[in-house]
């Protein structure tokens, strides 16, 4: 796939999506969905942990304000932010989200869509979408007390506070901090480490996390039912087995 709002840079277990409009913070416009929209469908055909990160010194500063301005309330019910983020959210694989500067409004809330967040000392992450009199409508109105809790999340959404990379480490929003040179390094570090496990596991586990309450514990049982019979299983354990032998001699 080829785009210019998103470039792709693919390799066998992970695949790299640099959100590509710098010149104006990478603001999430119409174009920038759909080219999203097409790397989902990518790693849906072919699972493999995926990585965001925005060019030019910032992650997403929002959704692209003149489109915004301009939409009404069919733009609204069809869900085009909405229906893209739990598209990410419900992705195969793990998806890590490379925070570098402003993740505001819809950048935050694209972040929050990720499994893993991983900041700079320069990331500013909130959503301030109150005060252009809309609401974070993108899954921040739910997925955020998720994330951070009631009291934080309703601060953040009711009065329009931004976090910077400190406070955001502290309540576990941002995975990890890292120097702005080292971000890529820190989410291909986070990437070798999901792909050392069984992926199929990783999958099924990450299934099982997100399933309603009422499907558990049956949901549970029957990804363990399918994972028992898989040569990877058989494999991995042989090996763990064979080491304990060893280092026991």
Request: proline letters at 4%.
């Amino acid at each position: 796939m080829t785009g210019t709002a998103v470039l792709l840079e693919e390799q066998p277990d992970r695949v790299l999506l640099r959100l590509n409009r710098p010149e104006v913070r990478n603001a999430i416009d119409q174009q920038m969905v759909d080219e999203l929209h097409r790397a989902c469908a990518i790693l849906e055909a072919e699972p493999r942990v995926a990585l965001i990160v925005g060019e030019g010194g910032g992650f997403a500063a929002g959704a692209d304000i003149g489109q915004l301005r301009e939409r009404r309330r069919d733009d609204a019910l069809r869900g085009i932010n909405s229906g893209l983020f739990d598209r990410i959210r419900r992705l195969p694989m793990p998806v890590i989200a490379l925070v570098d500067g402003y993740a505001l409004g819809g950048g935050a809330e694209l972040a929050y869509a990720c499994d893993f967040r991983i900041g700079t000392p320069t990331t500013r992450i909130g959503n301030p979408e109150t005060g252009l009199g809309i609401l974070a409508s993108a899954g921040a109105a739910w997925r955020l007390a998720e994330l951070v809790g009631e009291p934080l999340a309703k601060e953040i959404l009711l009065t329009g506070r931004v976090l910077d990379a400190d406070e955001a480490r502290a309540v576990r929003l941002l995975n990890e901090v890292v120097e702005r040179d080292e971000l890529l390094a820190a989410g291909h570090r986070w990437a070798d480490s999901i792909a050392k496990q069984a992926p199929l596991a990783v999958r099924l586990t990450k299934a099982v996390f997100h399933a309603p309450r009422e499907a558990h514990p049956f949901v549970d049982d029957l990804a363990q039912a399918i994972l028992f019979e898989t040569a990877d299983k058989h494999e991995r354990m042989t090996a763990f087995l064979d080491r304990r032998k060893d280092s026991q001699r």
